[in-house]
């Protein structure tokens, strides 16, 4: 019996020793859970206007203080709805983020309220180079006549938002392509103004910075603004004046020697 007695203590030192990593990492467990909160992130990369389904979606633990914007973290809450922008691998799924519910998926999906979309037909020089991707910002430039029948350009719609190129929404990694035509998203007053420079001349894009928002105020560019350009002012070289001849010297008066004095005549 002696001799069991030492492997019995090891067994319940064991045994406890197990009992109480057991009850550590419960504790963790739970206060790790206490610290977090269940949300909702994309298993793919997702297009803006996708109609989200379950096998694109997993619920995750997220720390409570790493999102400070309402976010889903149900699988049931966001079946069926539309994204209205690109979701990356991981990334949560936002309330901000998705379309009204029972809205169908594609571009419809996309445009904010009171907004529409516009189709221009473009090429390489009209659509920037393929630089407009979905989501950029470009003004409007359309090319016409005046009233005096005279050439002249002129930006007519400012910080317009590109919602595709071509039939694609998404950004194909930002990589530039020319494309025949480019959707734009406006409001029904600048669409009655876009179609109507369409009729009258000819349009062109003019990419615009994401953060710019200042407005445009030009009076537009014509002929003689191109050829007639202000030159600097020439510099007329003036003759030197002329110094005037100094006077000449006055000769001395010849002296006239009476006795004893000198006296100028």
């Keep these: 019996m002696r001799n069991l007695r030492p492997f019995v203590m090891i067994l319940m030192s064991l045994g406890i020793g197990l009992a109480a990593m057991t009850v550590a990492a419960q504790w963790l467990r739970e206060r790790s859970m206490q610290q977090?909160?269940?949300?909702l992130v994309a298993t793919q990369e997702l297009a803006a206007g996708t109609r989200l389904e379950r096998s694109m979606l997993e619920v995750v633990h997220w720390p409570k203080d790493a999102l400070s914007v309402p976010a889903l973290s149900k699988q049931e809450e966001a079946e069926g709805r539309v994204i209205t922008g690109n979701l990356l691998r991981g990334e949560?799924?936002?309330?901000?983020?998705?379309?009204?519910?029972?809205?169908?998926?594609?571009?419809?999906?996309?445009?904010?309220?009171?907004?529409?979309?516009?189709?221009?037909?473009?090429?390489?020089?009209?659509?920037?180079?393929?630089?407009?991707?979905?989501?950029n910002f470009v003004d409007v430039m359309v090319h016409t006549t005046d009233p005096q029948n005279q050439p002249v350009s002129r930006i007519v719609l400012e910080r317009i938002r590109v919602l595709a190129v071509a039939q694609d929404a998404g950004p194909q990694d930002n990589k530039p392509r020319v494309?025949?035509?480019?959707?734009?998203?406006?409001?029904?007053?600048?669409?009655?103004?876009?179609?109507?420079?369409?009729?009258?001349?000819?349009?062109?894009?003019?990419?615009r910075g994401q953060s710019d928002t200042a407005p445009v105020a030009t009076q537009g560019a014509r002929k003689r603004d191109v050829l007639l350009a202000?030159?600097?002012?020439?510099?007329?070289?003036?003759?030197?004046?002329?110094?005037?001849?100094?006077p000449p010297e006055r000769e001395p008066l010849p002296e006239v020697l009476r006795g004893v004095k000198s006296s100028a005549q």
């Excluded at 202000?230 to 100094?246: D, T, W």
């Design 230 to 246: 202000e030159a600097p002012a020439a510099v007329v070289n003036k003759p030197l004046a002329r110094r005037s001849a100094p």
């Design 92 to 135: 949560p799924v936002l309330v901000a983020r998705l379309a009204a519910t029972g809205e169908a998926g594609g571009l419809s999906a996309l445009l904010r309220d009171g907004r529409r979309a516009v189709t221009v037909k473009v090429n390489e020089i009209v659509g920037v180079a393929g630089f407009a991707l979905p989501g």
């Design 179 to 207: 494309v025949n035509a480019v959707t734009l998203e406006v409001t029904p007053q600048e669409a009655e103004r876009m179609d109507l420079a369409r009729s009258v001349g000819t349009l062109s894009l003019v990419l």
């Design 36 to 39: 977090t909160r269940p949300v």
